[in-house]
């Protein structure tokens, strides 16, 4: 996914971050092409009748980042990295909404049965009891929150993963595998009862 030299968006994004409208121009096809990857793995596990499109999700993201100019952005992953924190709360957001629109509302547990995909049973509810565990993880663990951020909500492999973050591939799988098992625990209470 993150195909283009590293130094070619780094170098773009700090152009821009020093006034330069170019830079803007050339930065735009490049991002959001990554971006729309991002999106698209996420909308790709959701319900067939889900109504926001991977289009939608990232010309909204794209809005918000552009929209903060007072951040200083260090390089592309620390671009992406926020793009993933942006693209979750999007998704919360527009969780949040559908399920309040809805009479009753009717929140249900998440699965996290399939070990690589923390949500095959896509529920906006179930949604939005992940993204409330992950605050209480983030709470505790704020490195595991992000791994999960990342991967969950960003879509990054476990190696893009590692570079955003500056880790090991394989710490990014420690914490990954801890973080599931926390979750399953924050979402299902004990279940050696």
């Known amino acids: 996914m993150l ?7 780094t170098d773009l994004l700090r152009s821009w971050n020093e ?3 170019a830079a803007l121009d050339k930065l735009t096809p490049l991002v959001f092409r990554e971006l729309h990857r991002l999106a698209a793995r996420y909308v790709g596990r959701e319900r067939v009748d889900h109504t926001l499109q991977a289009t939608g999700l ?3 993201a794209y809005i918000r980042l552009i929209d903060w100019g007072n951040v200083e952005w260090k390089n592309r992953e620390h671009f992406f990295g926020v793009s993933a924190r942006v693209m979750r709360n999007i998704l919360v957001d527009y969780a949040r909404s559908r399920l309040y629109s809805k009479r009753g509302g009717g929140a ?8 690589p995909n923390l949500s095959d049973n896509n529920s906006l509810a179930s949604l939005l009891d992940v993204d409330r565990a992950l605050g209480r993880l983030a709470a ?3 490195r595991t929150a992000q791994v999960i951020e990342l991967r969950y909500f960003g879509g990054f492999t476990v190696e893009e993963t590692a570079k955003i973050m ?3 591939s394989i710490t990014v799988i420690r914490s990954w595998n801890f973080a ?4 399953l625990r924050e979402l299902y209470g004990d279940l050696k009862t």
């Open 140 to 142: 505790v663990d704020p």
């Open 180 to 183: 599931k098992a926390w979750l």
């Open 166 to 168: 500056d880790l090991s």
């Open 58 to 60: 990232v010309n909204e």
């Open 108 to 115: 249900r547990a998440v699965s996290l049965d399939d070990a």
């Open 19 to 21: 006034g330069d409208a």
């Open 3 to 9: 195909e283009q030299s590293p130094h070619d968006i």
